[in-house]
């Protein structure tokens, strides 16, 4: 069976933080803090060159009102089985009709 991959389109999701960071006014100094992080890593995270741990990565979203969700990529394996999964469930509600 293949495996479900979830992946987010991460330097969208990037520049998408990175602008709602600047929008707001916000400098890498205070999200540096807030994640407990240097200023040095912000700038590399913005930059591609280092990764968010998911956590701080969700934690960020979340602070900058951005909907990781929307960055959201599903493998083939997932849509099959939500594909199936949805042919169940109108099955299930034609036999219950």
Not at 2 to 22: H, P, S, T, V
Not at 48 to 59: A, E, G, N, T
């Amino acid at each position: 069976m293949a495996k479900a991959k979830f992946q987010y389109d991460y330097e969208r999701l990037i520049k998408a933080l990175r602008a709602a960071r600047e929008a707001r006014k916000i400098n890498q100094a205070s999200i540096a803090e807030l994640l407990n992080l240097t200023v040095a890593s912000v700038s590399r995270i913005e930059n591609d060159k280092q990764r968010l741990k998911p956590d701080d990565l969700m934690f960020l979203c979340w602070f900058l009102d951005i909907d990781p969700r929307k960055f959201l990529r599903v493998g083939e394996s997932v849509k099959k089985t939500a594909q199936m999964f949805d042919l169940r469930l109108l099955q299930t509600q034609e036999g219950v009709a």
